[in-house]
């Protein structure tokens, strides 16, 4: 009886979020609360977080941040930090630590805290790496991979990331 009636909940709501935003999402997201989910994490007031995001470790996020679906928050190896009025895309990975070392040469896993600031906005699929820090009011494009720090106000991209005009 309660897989009927979950079916028919899921389905009812994903043909309306069809019809309404001409979208569907994973069958988690239509079955948790994203601001719940977030308030259960410990971020700050006004903050959400859609279900198939990942978060590990120490990560502490302030109030009104989005954090879009599939992103990883990975604060295992030190504290990752994300500052308020935040976006971040869709496919953002944020690590703060480094196991190639140790995969490769059985060296020890490297690890170092993260700090975002304030009103940053994280494009789809960026990777930050452990250590860095980045400034408030920054812009990361999609698809850039951040191993360094990157000042306030500052639009980078790139793989590595680097400053662009405009």
Known sequence: MLEYLVKRFYLRARRALRREQNRTLPFGDYVSDRAEK????????????????????????????????????????????????????????IYTRDITGHVVHGAPVEQAAVQIGRRCFIGPNVVITKGVTVGDNVVIEANSLVTGDVGDGCRVSGSPARPVDG
């Open 38 to 93: 977030a308030r259960y994490l410990g971020f700050g007031k006004g903050s959400t977080i859609y279900d198939g995001s990942l978060v590990f470790g120490h990560v502490r996020v302030g109030r009104d941040v989005w954090v879009g679906p599939f992103t990883v928050l990975d604060g295992s190896g030190g504290l990752l930090k994300i500052g308020d009025h935040c976006h971040v895309s869709a496919g953002a990975q």
